[in-house]
């Protein structure tokens, strides 16, 4: 029995002591297994911060360039810096850096002289009413448009002339400039005709009018000039280019230099066209006028000016000791020096470069519109700005030259025409 009861306890006892070291493995796999959990839910834990902060620095990136686009969208404007394009006027605008350059714009080689012999902006002309200074077998009227200031003439009569009333002594080298606004029904340009006339007829609607003329037809995709004479019968003497054709629904400023019987024509910073015989030999030329024959063409115009050309600044300066410039030009209110001015900054330029000893001082002058005091600031503003590009673009030593801004104070005509207030708008190159 003893026996009996000793193999029980025995067999007992062995069950416990396998029972106790299962459960001391299980525990030691459980907690194992347990910190195996805990390290790989600590790896996840990291891993899902890493892609939460990637994620977050993603999104981040993602609302700012929204935010930007947003930003855009609202108000019209873009992050990266765009650069203005920059004749004289009085109402002011802020100063802005001098960063604009004259050198690729070196085809504007011609160089206005100092006298004016024409100007007409319509600023005289009530708005609706027919220009005074002007007449027309159609219809037409000043208007203000959205694309620029100042008054324009709309000429929309089809078929119509547009001629100017008076006479102009024109030289054999003048330079004749306007801005044109072309309308979207702009499909066969429209003409400028200069000719002479001994008859002195305020309005001449024939094809060809005068004794002799020169036909300038601007269109769309071409430019073509017809040279005419009507006493001789004589073949047409023609031009014609493809090159810088005006822009629909813009400004476009237009330059053509007669000198004899040579025809030059820029437009957008380039010579279009160059005919070195375009008009007939002993042509004189006292009149122009606009049309546009079987033209479904209305533009406007505005800005025209006429002056002589290529005068002897050089001979000036040295002897007179001052030069009088209407070839450097400013937008309304603007003290940026205009691209066409390049040919007349170019000259001053090479006078000083061939002549190291002359100092100069350059003088901005205004007309009397607008205020007396803005009118000042402004013209010094523009002679700086003109000092700016003989240093900068025609490595002139700034130490050569002063500057002064005058405004209105020192008129050289009458401030009750459009011609005088245009012959007040200079600058002038005095020798010190």
Same mark, same amino acid.
């Given at each position: 029995?003893?026996?009996?009861?000793?193999?029980?306890?025995?067999?007992?006892?062995?069950?416990?002591?396998?029972?106790?070291?299962?459960?001391?493995?299980?525990?030691?796999?459980?907690?194992?297994?347990?910190?195996?959990?805990?390290?790989?839910?600590?790896?996840?834990?990291?891993?899902?911060?890493?892609?939460?902060?990637?994620?977050?620095?993603?999104?981040?990136?993602?609302?700012?360039?929204?935010?930007?686009?947003?930003?855009?969208?609202?108000?019209?404007?873009?992050?990266?810096?765009?650069?203005?394009?920059?004749?004289?006027?009085?109402?002011?605008?802020?100063?802005?850096?001098?960063?604009?350059?004259?050198?690729?714009?070196?085809?504007?080689?011609?160089?206005?002289?100092?006298?004016?012999?024409?100007?007409?902006?319509?600023?005289?002309?009530?708005?609706?009413?027919?220009?005074?200074?002007?007449?027309?077998?159609?219809?037409?009227?000043?208007?203000?448009?959205?694309?620029?200031?100042?008054?324009?003439?709309?000429?929309?009569?089809?078929?119509?002339?547009?001629?100017?009333?008076?006479?102009?002594?024109?030289?054999?080298?003048?330079?004749?400039?306007?801005?044109?606004?072309?309308?979207?029904?702009?499909?066969?340009?429209?003409?400028?005709?200069?000719?002479?006339?001994?008859?002195?007829?305020?309005?001449?609607?024939?094809?060809?009018?005068?004794?002799?003329?020169?036909? +300038?037809? =601007?269109?769309?995709?071409?430019? &073509?000039?017809?040279?005419? /004479?009507?006493?001789? *019968?004589? $073949?047409?003497?023609?031009?014609?280019?493809?090159?810088?054709?005006?822009?629909?629904?813009?400004?476009?400023?237009?330059?053509?230099?007669?000198?004899?019987?040579?025809?030059?024509?820029?437009?957008?910073?380039?010579?279009?066209?160059?005919?070195?015989?375009?008009?007939?030999?002993?042509?004189?030329?006292?009149?122009?006028?606009?049309?546009?024959?079987?033209?479904?063409?209305?533009?406007?115009?505005?800005?025209?000016?006429?002056?002589?050309?290529?005068?002897?600044?050089?001979?000036?300066?040295?002897?007179?000791?001052?030069?009088?410039?209407?070839?450097?030009?400013?937008?309304?209110?603007?003290?940026?020096?205009?691209?066409?001015?390049?040919?007349?900054?170019?000259?001053?330029?090479?006078?000083?470069?061939?002549?190291?000893? +002359?100092? =100069?001082?350059?003088?901005?002058? &205004?007309?009397?519109?607008? /205020?007396?005091?803005? *009118?000042? $600031?402004?013209?010094?503003?523009?002679?700086?700005?003109?000092?700016?590009?003989?240093?900068?673009?025609?490595?002139?030593?700034?130490?050569?030259?002063?500057?002064?801004?005058?405004?209105?104070?020192?008129?050289?005509?009458?401030?009750?025409?459009?011609?005088?207030?245009?012959?007040?708008?200079?600058?002038?190159?005095?020798?010190?």
């Amino acid at each position: 029995m003893k026996n009996i009861l000793l193999t029980v306890f025995a067999c007992f006892l062995a069950m416990y002591l396998t029972a106790q070291i299962d459960i001391k493995g299980k525990i030691e796999d459980e907690a194992g297994s347990r910190a195996e959990q805990r390290t790989e839910e600590g790896i996840s834990t990291g891993f899902d911060k890493v892609e939460d902060g990637i994620g977050s620095l993603f999104t981040k990136k993602k609302k700012k360039e929204k935010s930007e686009k947003q930003e855009e969208e609202e108000t019209g404007e873009s992050s990266e810096v765009e650069e203005e394009a920059e004749e004289p006027g009085e109402q002011i605008a802020p100063a802005r850096p001098q960063s604009q350059k004259l050198q690729s714009f070196s085809k504007y080689d011609f160089v206005p002289g100092d006298q004016i012999l024409f100007f007409e902006d319509f600023s005289q002309d009530a708005i609706g009413d027919f220009p005074a200074r002007w007449t027309t077998n159609g219809s037409g009227e000043v208007k203000t448009v959205n694309l620029a200031q100042g008054n324009w003439l709309h000429m929309n009569g089809k078929n119509a002339v547009y001629c100017y009333t008076g006479n102009i002594n024109f030289p054999s080298n003048f330079i004749i400039e306007f801005d044109l606004i072309p309308d979207e029904e702009f499909q066969d340009g429209c003409q400028l005709t200069l000719y002479g006339d001994t008859e002195n007829r305020e309005l001449d609607d024939d094809l060809y009018p005068g004794v002799h003329g020169l036909h +300038i037809n =601007i269109m769309p995709e071409t430019w &073509t000039t017809l040279g005419y /004479d009507n006493i001789t *019968n004589g $073949d047409w003497l023609e031009g014609q280019s493809e090159s810088m054709p005006v822009i629909k629904e813009a400004v476009n400023h237009i330059i053509i230099w007669i000198q004899n019987r040579r025809v030059r024509i820029y437009h957008k910073g380039a010579k279009v066209l160059d005919m070195p015989t375009n008009i007939y030999a002993n042509t004189k030329f006292n009149r122009f006028r606009f049309s546009g024959w079987n033209r479904n063409a209305y533009p406007y115009i505005s800005n025209l000016k006429i002056t002589s050309a290529a005068p002897d600044m050089r001979n000036k300066l040295l002897t007179e000791g001052k030069i009088i410039s209407y070839g450097i030009t400013f937008d309304t209110g603007k003290d940026v020096v205009k691209p066409e001015s390049y040919g007349s900054v170019k000259e001053i330029a090479q006078i000083l470069k061939e002549n190291p000893d +002359i100092k =100069i001082k350059v003088a901005g002058h &205004t007309d009397s519109d607008g /205020d007396e005091a803005k *009118n000042l $600031d402004l013209s010094k503003r523009r002679a700086a700005s003109v000092k700016a590009c003989l240093v900068r673009d025609f490595g002139i030593d700034e130490s050569r030259i002063k500057t002064e801004g005058l405004g209105q104070t020192v008129p050289i005509a009458p401030n009750s025409s459009p011609e005088g207030k245009a012959k007040n708008r200079r600058v002038e190159f005095i020798k010190n």
